[in-house]
């Protein structure tokens, strides 16, 4: 695989799907990637491993919900990473982005929050642990 020239522009990649398992078989199949649960995580979650190397997360709908925050067919959602989740939600809120999902902790990875910029494009920030 090629070294990405852009290495930590983005440092992760979600997939929202209906069909986890259909999912799972998909990539695994096509690209290789292979699964593990996310421990402690509040909600059904399961990280999207590169060589051992966690990459994303592939999220099914929660609590019954139609669709994500994000969008309301399955999509990928990339992540940036940056400095300080909390700035980055309040700078894009000041230039008329929007919270789609509030600045929240996640076990053993960081903290992460997913916005949607002025002309509606859905993405992620990440901030590694401390």
């Keep these: 695989m090629a070294k990405n020239t852009w290495e930590q522009a983005t440092v992760w990649h979600e997939l929202m799907s209906e069909q986890p398992e259909r999912a799972k078989k998909f990539y695994h199949d096509v690209v290789g990637l292979t699964v593990e649960p996310l421990e402690g995580s509040p909600f059904p979650y399961m990280v999207w491993m590169h060589d051992d190397v966690p990459i994303g997360g592939l999220v099914p709908p929660q609590n019954g919900q139609q669709g994500w925050p994000s ?5 990928w959602v990339s992540s940036f990473v940056v400095e300080d989740v909390d700035q980055a939600v309040k700078t894009a809120q000041e230039l008329g982005g929007e919270v789609l999902v509030p600045p929240t902790d996640i076990p053993k990875f960081g ?4 916005l949607k910029d ?7 920030i990440f901030q590694g642990p401390a």
């Design 71 to 75: 969008g309301k067919t399955p999509h």
């Design 111 to 114: 903290r992460a929050a997913v």
């Design 118 to 124: 002025p002309e509606g494009a859905v993405f992620g």
